[in-house]
């Protein structure tokens, strides 16, 4: 009889668990960049190598492919004084990420890499002539992204997004 009860209590704990468990695990069941697919716009600031400061609107476009392991990400900023358009393709395996970029307006590329988490990626960018340290934190339907290449023209670029807005 004890046996018998125990195995009917384990089946209904396993049962609970995943009823209780299911809305958990399917939020987080997708694909590595799944949930940052969309359109994306919003607003933040410039710092330059000559030390002004100007407001700046980017957009963003993120396609993920590949089960949400590969994310095509396109994104254009601008302020009064400067622009650019970041173009990436990234993937994914166990929080490492690897890819390649290119910004049109320079025509410079490289290649990406960092680690990441469902909320935060960290990224390096790098080419013969520029890197940049990029932070993507995401919550939700908001993001906020840091960008810094010491040295170069772009000394900072920090904004923030929200999927499905329009600017």
């Known amino acids: 009889m004890s046996r018998r009860w125990l195995a009917a209590g384990m089946v ?4 609970l668990a995943l009823v209780l468990g299911i809305g958990t695990v399917s939020a987080r069941a997708d694909g590595f960049f799944d949930h940052l697919t969309g359109s994306w716009a919003g607003s933040g600031s410039i710092m330059l190598n000559t030390g002004a400061r100007e407001r700046i609107l980017c957009r963003a476009t993120y396609a993920a492919s ?3 392991m590969s994310l095509r990400l396109d994104l254009k900023c601008a302020s ?3 622009k650019f358009e970041l ?7 166990d929080g490492s990420i690897t890819g390649v970029w290119s910004e049109g307006t320079r025509r410079v590329s490289g290649s990406v890499t960092g680690k990441g988490t469902y909320e935060r990626v960290d990224l390096t960018a790098v080419s013969t002539t ?3 340290l990029l932070t993507v934190i995401t919550r939700g339907n908001r993001q906020n992204v840091t960008i810094r290449s010491p040295g170069s ?3 900072e670029v920090t ?3 929200t999927r499905g807005a329009k600017r």
């Not at 173009?87 to 395996?93: M, N, Q, R």
Request: net charge negative.
């Open 80 to 82: 009064d004084g400067f």
């Open 153 to 155: 023209e772009m000394q």
């Open 130 to 132: 520029f890197s940049a």
């Open 66 to 68: 590949g089960g949400g």
């Open 159 to 161: 904004f923030s997004m």
């Open 87 to 93: 173009h990436s393709d990234l993937s994914s395996a």
């Open 12 to 15: 209904r704990a396993f049962a």
